[in-house]
């Protein structure tokens, strides 16, 4: 069974930087594509960035593209988002999820019902 588990939440300043980690456990190496998520309150739940099983591939929403970055190390089931620049408008819990995608070169950012298994987020704060 895939579990996922997200850290590296916290408060940061505006222009700030934090780097969130998701932890797989359960699954082989690539078997999934990862996606993170963030969910402000009142809000809805979007896409912030995806990356493909062989890491080949990434894409970001456009309210985060050249401040944050993803990535993945599949030795160790981790994959990372670094986000730098932070605004308040990036304040939301963050998730990371798993698709499980046959196409290993691709993922999708905008489609959270692709992502069949969800951790249980963390807490961005970016304020003075």
């Known amino acids: 069974q895939l579990q996922l588990v997200e850290s590296g939440g916290g408060l940061v300043q505006p222009g700030g930087s934090l780097r969130l980690s998701c932890a797989a456990s359960?699954?082989?190496?690539?078997?999934?594509?990862i996606g993170w998520f963030r969910q402000a309150p009142g809000k809805e739940r979007e896409g912030v960035s995806c990356i493909s099983r062989r890491a080949t591939n990434t894409k970001y929403a456009d309210s985060v593209k050249g401040r944050f970055a993803i990535s993945r190390d599949n030795a160790k089931n981790m994959v990372y988002l670094q986000m730098n620049s932070l605004k308040p408008d990036d304040t939301a819990v963050y998730y990371c999820?798993?698709?499980?995608?046959?196409?290993?070169?691709?993922?999708?950012?905008?489609?959270?019902?692709?992502?069949?298994?969800w951790g249980q987020g963390t807490q961005v704060s970016v304020s003075s």
């Open positions: 359960g699954v082989t190496r690539d078997s999934y594509a």
């Open positions: 999820a798993a698709d499980w995608n046959p196409n290993p070169y691709i993922c999708v950012v905008n489609s959270l019902e692709r992502y069949g298994y």
